[in-house]
């Protein structure tokens, strides 16, 4: 059983389905790096959130810290290029990404890591995806958001000033271009009442 999930006003329906791309807003970071932001491309994503926090398999891991192994603060799923997705819906973002920016990107979206936040205290540090090709290529990263929403931040990794991106109830983030080599991003911890939230992050062959 999800923990306590208050719904959004806004999206009152069990019909879970994509709206147009066409609406996403891009900023351009500088260094060759960009954002689409589109809110609440899902409608119906406070269903979606109820059915993937209780039917994905979900992992707990622990990771070495310094002198001391400590557990990551959020639960985790994986999802390979072959792998069945835990919701059509998903399926079908995949595909509509992938041919949205087919042009620009030059291959498929892939792969999808979920990350299930439960609660202020669950975050993830700052980061950039540069595990494989993206160390070293111009690649995206798309996060579609669903759930209570949660600050995504991000900043220059040369300096500068800090961005913030509120993100839940269906909305979408792409991270293009030289994104994650020039710029880290990350969810903080907040003492403030935060409300369980789930990522789902569609990415290329070889990005992680």
Do not use: N
Request: hydrophobic letters at 40%; charged letters at 25%.
């Amino acid at each position: 059983m999800p923990p306590y999930f208050q719904g959004s006003l806004f999206d009152q329906t069990d019909d879970i389905r994509l709206g147009p791309l066409r609406g996403a807003r891009r900023t351009v970071l500088g260094d060759g790096a960009w954002i689409d932001v589109l809110p609440g491309w899902l409608s119906g994503a406070d269903s979606l959130f109820v059915r993937l926090a209780a039917e994905v398999p979900w992992r707990a891991e622990r990771r070495q810290m310094y002198d001391q192994v400590v557990a990551v603060p959020r639960l985790l799923a994986f999802y390979g290029a072959e792998d069945p997705l835990p919701h059509p819906v998903l399926d079908e973002a995949r595909a509509t990404l992938s041919a949205h920016y087919a042009a620009e990107l030059g291959e498929s979206f892939t792969t999808a890591g979920l990350c299930y936040y439960r609660d202020g205290r669950d975050s993830v540090a700052w980061h950039g995806d540069r595990i494989g090709r993206g160390a070293r290529e111009d690649t995206m990263v798309a996060i579609l958001s669903v759930g209570a929403p949660r600050d995504l931040v991000l900043r220059p990794r040369r300096g500068g000033a800090t961005m913030r991106r509120p993100l839940g109830h269906g909305d979408l983030i792409v991270m293009g271009g030289s994104c994650q080599r020039t710029w880290e991003h990350a969810i903080p911890k907040t003492t403030r009442a935060a409300g369980p939230r789930i990522s789902v992050q569609f990415r290329p062959h070889d990005v992680a």
